[in-house]
């Protein structure tokens, strides 16, 4: 699909700015799948060389295992150089709405160590305000999401609890919490305040507000009908 064709085409883009002996955070969702597979064919023909990946979720940990690159687990490194993950929604001020996939923690903390973080999307990423459209995920220990819930609730917001696909329940993250996905009316203006009282809240793990993290955003678009980079 186009959308694909656009996913791809910022996922090459991202990888040209991987150079051997980096430490790299991979970040998790089908975008920065594409990015991990496009790395894995760079290492295996020897374009790239001498690379430590730290991954953001078991997804990642499965792909770079199938694909032959070398992990290391975050707290084994002293940095990471370049981080690359995609995102849910990016505003113009490339404040981001991140966990679709439920793997912000890991994602976040990545972010937040990496020297530079890239971010890739497609253009439908793209938004004026934060939270009209994609809702915002929260973690939350098991035994506190009615609290948080009703707490988040009291904040103006509308929070339901995500429920699995495949599985009975609720979805349970790699970190074994769940996942609170909340709509404020009329999105969300002064993200770095909400991402600061949201994680404030006693039983919040993290939320997917990444405020002042992204360094650049990689955009795919199709132009004239050919997949484009912005
Ligand atoms: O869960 C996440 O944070 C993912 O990075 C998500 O934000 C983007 O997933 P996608 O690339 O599959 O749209």
Known sequence: TLQDQMKQAVAL??????SSGMVLGLGSGSTAALMIKELGAR???????????????FQGEVLAAELGIPLQALNAVDRIDLAIDGADEVDPGF?????GGACHVQEKLVAVRAERFVVVVDAS?????????????????PGAWRQVQAQLNSMGGEAQLRMAVKKAGPVVTDQGNLVLDVKFAGGINEPADLELAINNLPGVLENGLF?????????????????RVR
């Not at 404040?95 to 966990?99: A, T, W, Y």
């Not at 990423?125 to 220990?141: A, C, R, S, Y």
């Not at 405020?211 to 997949?227: H, K, T, W, Y």
């Open 13 to 18: 883009a991202a990888v040209d700015q991987i």
């Open 43 to 57: 290492l295996k023909d020897g374009r790239l060389k001498d690379l430590v990946g730290v991954t953001t979720s």
């Open 95 to 99: 404040q981001l709405i991140k966990g």
């Open 125 to 141: 990423k793209v938004v004026q305000t934060l939270n009209l459209e994609f809702p915002l995920p929260v973690e939350v220990l």
């Open 211 to 227: 405020i002042n993290l992204a360094d650049q955003v990689l955009v795919g678009e199709i132009i004239d009908g050919m997949p």
